[in-house]
């Protein structure tokens, strides 16, 4: 069950909560058929717990957002963009631990 404070990001919110959002945003691209995608969510988990309101954790289902994934160009998944004013800051492709996803968000605040 993910945390409570994970956005599912569609075309119709994605300018909402995550363009227009006034902290650093981190956007995961998964597929339900993604071993890694399954591993790597409830660490998303923990990090939305531990950071609150001082990040936002999204989430994007590639197969139910294909022109989302289009748009940014995603080939594998999972797939993290790190988001700041609108603007990508990074991009990584693969697994992330915890603490450096943590220490990811919290250098872009």
Do not use: Y
């Not at 404070?5 to 994605?14: E, G, K, R």
């Not at 603007?87 to 915890?98: L, N, R, W």
């Amino acid at each position: 069950m993910a945390h409570e404070s994970i956005v599912n990001l569609t075309a119709d919110n994605f300018a909402d909560e995550a363009e227009n959002a006034s902290v650093p945003v981190l956007i995961d691209f998964w597929s339900e058929h993604c071993g890694p995608c399954k591993m790597l969510s409830p660490v998303l988990d923990e990090v939305a717990g531990e950071l609150g309101d001082s990040a936002k954790i999204t989430k994007v289902d590639v197969m139910d957002q294909r022109d989302l994934a289009m748009k940014f160009g995603i080939r594998a998944v999972p797939t993290l963009i790190f988001m700041k004013g609108g603007e990508i800051q990074e991009t990584k492709t693969g697994i992330m631990s915890k603490d450096a996803l943590i220490e990811k968000l919290q250098s872009l605040a």
